[in-house]
């Protein structure tokens, strides 16, 4: 039987509400309801009295999380879409990220963004924010890409003593299958190589790595091995798996869906350019969202974002410098 990326989030959670009686989840509507995406379906009747429903207000809601959090509780908060964090953002950056820095207590909070877009969700339900949570101190901002990765990394983002964004993509809940869950895992803070390769690098992350991969394999038929690297976590950035991978190749491309103005996109190439200005054969480039907001029509969604097909051209353009 396959497992779903949506469903190794819900047995993760299980997990972890299983193992450490200092987990509790909280959000609107994951009690009897299961979540707005079901990722708690079954959770509140196996767990009474530790999946609660939240009001609607999310600033309540990681203003909760980080008082259980500070005496002694490792709480999940579920935001039904990662664009509705924005109203509990100060709880986020100004209260839970420097709280260890202010206090020497530590902020154990785990909160999961349903994040990215999917066809008609619009503006206010299709939002990557990671690139904005990442230029905070003191947050944890992780982008699993993977069945295996979204179980693996949300059980240890609950035992990260540090306040910590998972970045879950909605796109990928029923699109991504695997057969089994893994034993274990890299560790937060290490990128993977998706696939190996000599003639361009692409760093990607959360379901670019996806359309990545489809771009590398439609330019496996003209000849070219691009190597893609997932980059798993956004902060922490596994600078060096990055630098290797350009050594090999000596041409990069990074992919992100968030909005082009810095980021995590932008954040990579600062790091190549000037730590391994040296490897380059050709400038590097980005690709991500369009500057706009993002469309409802289904159409107009696949001209925003990047696709296999604009990552492919991306790179044709790269590799004929």
Known sequence: MSITYLEAIRLAQQEALASDPRVFLYGQDIGAFGGAFKATKGLHEAFPGRVIDAPISEDAMVGMAIGAAIEGMRPIIE???????????????????????????????????????????????????????????????????????????????????????????????????????????????????????????????????????????????????????????????????????????????????????????????SRVASEGFHLLDAPPQRLNSKDTPIPYHPNLWKVHRPTAQTIASSLRQLLRY
């Open 79 to 269: 935001m039904q879409f990662a664009d509705f964090s924005s109203v509990g953002f100060n709880q986020i950056v100004n209260n839970a990220g420097t709280q260890f820095y202010r206090t020497d207590v530590p902020c154990p909070i785990t909160v999961r963004l349903p994040s990215g877009g999917t066809p008609g969700s619009g503006p206010f339900h299709s939002q990557s924010l990671d690139s904005i949570y990442a230029h905070y101190p003191g947050l944890v901002i992780l982008t699993p890409a993977t069945v295996e990765d979204a179980y693996t990394m949300l059980l240890e983002a609950v035992q990260i003593d540090d306040p910590t964004l998972f970045c879950e993509h909605k796109y990928l809940y029923y699109h991504l299958k695997a057969d089994a869950l893994p034993d274990e895992a890299l560790p937060v803070g290490r990128a993977r190589i998706a696939r190996p390769g000599i003639h361009a690098t692409v760093v990607a992350y959360s379901a670019m790595v996806h359309e990545s991969l489809r771009a590398a394999e439609e330019l496996a038929a003209e000849g070219w091995q691009i190597e893609v690297v997932d980059l798993r976590s956004v902060k922490p950035m596994d600078t060096d798996t990055i630098l290797g991978s350009v050594a090999r190749t000596g041409r990069l491309l990074a992919v992100g869906e968030t909005f082009p103005w810095g980021g995590a996109t932008a954040e990579v190439i």
